[in-house]
Protein backbone atom coordinates (compact mmCIF):
# COMPACT_ATOMS: atom_id res chain seq x y z
CA UNK A 1 0.00 0.00 0.00
CA UNK A 2 0.87 3.38 -1.41
CA UNK A 3 -0.03 6.63 -0.67
CA UNK A 4 -1.99 6.84 -3.61
CA UNK A 5 -2.67 3.10 -4.76
CA UNK A 6 -4.35 0.87 -1.57
CA UNK A 7 -3.56 -2.47 -3.46
CA UNK A 8 -2.44 -4.96 -1.44
CA UNK A 9 0.95 -6.94 -2.31
CA UNK A 10 0.63 -9.08 -5.11
CA UNK A 11 -2.73 -6.76 -6.27
CA UNK A 12 -1.04 -5.53 -9.38
CA UNK A 13 -0.22 -6.96 -12.42
CA UNK A 14 3.53 -7.08 -13.82
CA UNK A 15 1.28 -5.25 -16.89
CA UNK A 16 -0.60 -2.02 -16.34
CA UNK A 17 -2.52 -0.55 -19.11
CA UNK A 18 -2.87 2.86 -18.20
CA UNK A 19 -6.06 5.01 -19.27
CA UNK A 20 -6.24 8.73 -18.01
CA UNK A 21 -10.14 8.56 -16.47
CA UNK A 22 -10.61 5.96 -14.21
CA UNK A 23 -14.26 5.31 -15.48
CA UNK A 24 -12.29 4.49 -18.53
CA UNK A 25 -10.30 1.77 -16.84
CA UNK A 26 -13.78 0.36 -15.36
CA UNK A 27 -14.78 0.31 -18.99
CA UNK A 28 -11.83 -0.97 -20.58
CA UNK A 29 -11.22 -4.31 -17.71
CA UNK A 30 -15.24 -4.99 -17.82
CA UNK A 31 -14.49 -5.29 -21.65
CA UNK A 32 -11.56 -6.92 -22.26
CA UNK A 33 -10.37 -8.56 -18.89
CA UNK A 34 -11.85 -11.70 -17.27
CA UNK A 35 -13.05 -11.88 -13.93
CA UNK A 36 -11.68 -7.93 -12.92
CA UNK A 37 -11.80 -6.93 -9.71
CA UNK A 38 -11.12 -3.44 -7.72
CA UNK A 39 -7.86 -3.24 -6.56
CA UNK A 40 -7.68 0.78 -6.11
CA UNK A 41 -10.21 2.79 -5.46
CA UNK A 42 -8.17 5.45 -3.53
CA UNK A 43 -9.12 9.25 -4.01
CA UNK A 44 -11.50 7.97 -7.02
CA UNK A 45 -8.89 6.73 -8.67
CA UNK A 46 -9.93 3.09 -10.10
CA UNK A 47 -7.42 0.40 -10.52
CA UNK A 48 -8.85 -3.46 -11.59
CA UNK A 49 -6.49 -6.75 -12.10
CA UNK A 50 -7.81 -9.54 -14.34
CA UNK A 51 -6.46 -11.59 -16.82
CA UNK A 52 -6.36 -11.45 -20.82
CA UNK A 53 -5.82 -14.93 -22.31
CA UNK A 54 -4.32 -15.91 -19.07
CA UNK A 55 -2.23 -13.08 -18.53
CA UNK A 56 -2.60 -11.32 -15.38
CA UNK A 57 -2.87 -7.11 -16.57
CA UNK A 58 -3.76 -4.72 -14.07
CA UNK A 59 -5.78 -1.49 -15.60
CA UNK A 60 -4.94 1.48 -13.28
CA UNK A 61 -6.08 5.36 -14.27
CA UNK A 62 -3.57 8.27 -14.50
CA UNK A 63 -5.35 10.75 -13.75
CA UNK A 64 -5.09 14.13 -16.61
CA UNK A 65 -1.93 15.63 -17.13
CA UNK A 66 2.12 14.32 -16.03
CA UNK A 67 2.37 15.63 -12.40
CA UNK A 68 -0.82 13.04 -11.90
CA UNK A 69 0.55 10.21 -14.31
CA UNK A 70 4.20 10.79 -12.41
CA UNK A 71 2.72 9.39 -9.06
CA UNK A 72 0.91 6.53 -10.56
CA UNK A 73 3.53 5.86 -12.67
CA UNK A 74 6.61 5.64 -9.91
CA UNK A 75 4.64 3.97 -7.45
CA UNK A 76 3.03 1.24 -9.83
CA UNK A 77 6.49 0.57 -10.94
CA UNK A 78 8.61 1.23 -7.75
CA UNK A 79 6.35 -0.48 -4.96
CA UNK A 80 4.39 -2.82 -6.79
CA UNK A 81 6.81 -4.05 -9.58
CA UNK A 82 5.19 -2.76 -12.65
CA UNK A 83 7.44 -4.01 -15.43
CA UNK A 84 5.06 -2.80 -18.81
CA UNK A 85 2.78 0.27 -18.78
CA UNK A 86 0.98 0.69 -21.72
CA UNK A 87 -0.54 4.81 -22.15
CA UNK A 88 -4.25 3.82 -23.55
CA UNK A 89 -5.96 7.33 -24.36
CA UNK A 90 -6.67 9.67 -26.80
CA UNK A 91 -4.96 12.75 -28.52
CA UNK A 92 -5.71 15.29 -31.18
CA UNK A 93 -4.60 15.28 -34.63
CA UNK A 94 -1.92 17.46 -35.70
CA UNK A 95 -1.14 16.09 -39.24
CA UNK A 96 -3.48 16.25 -42.24
CA UNK A 97 -3.02 12.47 -43.06
CA UNK A 98 -4.15 11.84 -39.33
CA UNK A 99 -7.59 11.09 -39.36
CA UNK A 100 -9.97 10.91 -36.36
CA UNK A 101 -10.54 7.28 -35.20
CA UNK A 102 -7.30 6.45 -36.72
CA UNK A 103 -4.38 5.48 -34.11
CA UNK A 104 -1.75 7.07 -33.27
CA UNK A 105 1.53 5.06 -31.79
CA UNK A 106 3.91 7.54 -30.48
CA UNK A 107 7.42 6.49 -30.59
CA UNK A 108 8.96 9.91 -29.15
CA UNK A 109 7.33 12.56 -26.61
CA UNK A 110 8.39 15.97 -27.43
CA UNK A 111 7.69 18.67 -24.07
CA UNK A 112 8.24 21.77 -22.99
CA UNK A 113 9.02 20.44 -20.05
CA UNK A 114 8.08 16.95 -17.46
CA UNK A 115 8.03 16.50 -13.77
CA UNK A 116 11.48 14.76 -14.41
CA UNK A 117 12.63 17.92 -15.55
CA UNK A 118 14.55 18.91 -12.59
CA UNK A 119 16.44 15.62 -12.66
CA UNK A 120 18.24 16.48 -15.91
CA UNK A 121 18.80 20.02 -15.33
CA UNK A 122 20.18 21.55 -18.41
CA UNK A 123 19.92 18.40 -20.57
CA UNK A 124 16.86 18.11 -22.84
CA UNK A 125 16.10 14.49 -22.05
CA UNK A 126 14.36 12.60 -25.32
CA UNK A 127 11.63 10.05 -23.97
CA UNK A 128 10.94 7.44 -26.33
CA UNK A 129 9.00 3.98 -26.31
CA UNK A 130 10.62 0.29 -25.91
CA UNK A 131 11.28 -0.96 -29.77
CA UNK A 132 10.04 -3.91 -28.64
CA UNK A 133 6.20 -3.18 -27.59
CA UNK A 134 6.58 -0.50 -30.43
CA UNK A 135 6.98 -2.98 -33.02
CA UNK A 136 4.43 -5.41 -31.71
CA UNK A 137 2.15 -2.47 -31.35
CA UNK A 138 2.53 -1.97 -35.21
CA UNK A 139 2.08 -5.43 -36.01
CA UNK A 140 -1.26 -5.44 -33.66
CA UNK A 141 -2.37 -1.99 -35.33
CA UNK A 142 -2.01 -3.30 -38.99
CA UNK A 143 -4.02 -6.75 -38.63
CA UNK A 144 -7.22 -4.32 -38.18
CA UNK A 145 -9.05 -1.97 -40.61
CA UNK A 146 -8.08 1.11 -39.42
CA UNK A 147 -5.60 4.13 -40.15
CA UNK A 148 -2.36 3.75 -37.97
CA UNK A 149 0.61 6.04 -37.34
CA UNK A 150 3.69 5.94 -35.97
CA UNK A 151 6.13 8.60 -34.79
CA UNK A 152 6.56 11.81 -32.62
CA UNK A 153 4.19 13.32 -30.09
CA UNK A 154 3.65 16.16 -28.31
CA UNK A 155 2.76 16.22 -24.44
CA UNK A 156 1.13 19.20 -23.49
CA UNK A 157 0.92 20.73 -19.65
CA UNK A 158 -2.29 22.44 -20.67
CA UNK A 159 -5.65 21.44 -21.78
CA UNK A 160 -6.83 25.19 -22.84
CA UNK A 161 -3.70 26.16 -24.95
CA UNK A 162 -3.43 29.12 -26.09
CA UNK A 163 0.26 28.45 -28.31
CA UNK A 164 -1.25 28.83 -31.85
CA UNK A 165 2.59 29.42 -33.05
CA UNK A 166 4.02 26.01 -31.02
CA UNK A 167 1.11 24.04 -32.68
CA UNK A 168 2.18 25.43 -36.07
CA UNK A 169 5.95 24.51 -35.69
CA UNK A 170 4.97 20.94 -34.29
CA UNK A 171 2.95 20.58 -37.35
CA UNK A 172 5.54 21.59 -39.14
CA UNK A 173 8.25 19.59 -37.79
CA UNK A 174 5.67 16.49 -38.25
CA UNK A 175 4.26 15.67 -35.14
CA UNK A 176 1.40 13.28 -35.25
CA UNK A 177 -1.06 14.62 -32.27
CA UNK A 178 -0.84 16.27 -28.88
CA UNK A 179 -1.78 14.70 -25.36
CA UNK A 180 -1.00 15.38 -21.99
CA UNK A 181 1.17 12.20 -20.32
CA UNK A 182 2.86 9.93 -22.75
CA UNK A 183 6.09 11.76 -21.81
CA UNK A 184 6.49 11.22 -18.54
CA UNK A 185 5.53 8.06 -18.39
CA UNK A 186 8.47 6.90 -21.17
CA UNK A 187 11.09 8.37 -18.60
CA UNK A 188 9.72 7.47 -15.18
CA UNK A 189 9.98 3.82 -17.15
CA UNK A 190 13.36 4.67 -18.44
CA UNK A 191 14.72 5.85 -15.16
CA UNK A 192 13.43 2.17 -13.67
CA UNK A 193 14.30 0.16 -16.85
CA UNK A 194 10.74 -0.68 -17.60
CA UNK A 195 8.90 -1.06 -20.88
CA UNK A 196 6.32 1.68 -22.36
CA UNK A 197 4.37 2.68 -24.80
CA UNK A 198 1.22 5.24 -25.52
CA UNK A 199 -1.45 3.74 -27.90
CA UNK A 200 -4.11 6.74 -28.71
CA UNK A 201 -7.07 7.58 -30.14
CA UNK A 202 -7.33 10.32 -32.44
CA UNK A 203 -10.63 11.91 -30.81
CA UNK A 204 -10.37 15.42 -32.70
CA UNK A 205 -8.29 17.72 -35.00
CA UNK A 206 -6.70 20.76 -34.36
CA UNK A 207 -6.57 21.79 -38.09
CA UNK A 208 -9.70 20.76 -38.77
CA UNK A 209 -11.95 20.74 -35.95
CA UNK A 210 -13.04 17.23 -36.59
CA UNK A 211 -14.40 15.77 -33.52
CA UNK A 212 -15.46 12.17 -32.66
CA UNK A 213 -18.83 12.03 -31.43
CA UNK A 214 -19.62 10.65 -27.67
CA UNK A 215 -21.27 7.70 -28.90
CA UNK A 216 -18.43 6.35 -31.43
CA UNK A 217 -15.94 6.97 -28.66
CA UNK A 218 -16.20 3.30 -26.66
CA UNK A 219 -16.37 1.81 -30.53
CA UNK A 220 -13.06 3.27 -31.36
CA UNK A 221 -11.42 2.83 -27.89
CA UNK A 222 -11.70 -0.85 -28.56
CA UNK A 223 -9.31 -1.16 -30.82
CA UNK A 224 -6.54 1.07 -28.99
CA UNK A 225 -6.80 -1.32 -26.06
CA UNK A 226 -6.68 -4.39 -28.15
CA UNK A 227 -3.50 -3.12 -29.66
CA UNK A 228 -2.05 -2.48 -26.32
CA UNK A 229 -3.09 -5.86 -25.36
CA UNK A 230 -1.64 -7.70 -28.21
CA UNK A 231 1.93 -5.47 -27.85
CA UNK A 232 2.02 -6.66 -24.51
CA UNK A 233 1.87 -10.21 -24.69
CA UNK A 234 3.54 -10.56 -28.02
Not at 51 to 76: C, D, F, Q, R
Not at 121 to 149: Q, T, Y
Not at 203 to 217: C, K, N, V, Y
Request: hydrophobic share 40%; net charge negative.
Amino acid sequence: MTVHIGAKEGDVAPTVLMPGDPRRAEWAAENFLDNPRVINNVRGMTGLTGTWKGNPVTIHGSGMGMPSLSIYANELIRDYGAKTLIRIGSCGGMQEAVKVRDIVIAMTCSSMGTPSKGTFKELNFAPCANFDLLMSAMSAAKKRDIGVHVGGIYSSDTFYDERPDLNEQLTRHGVLGVEMEAAELYTVAARYGARALAVLTVSDHLQTGEALPSEERERSFGDMVEIALEAAFA
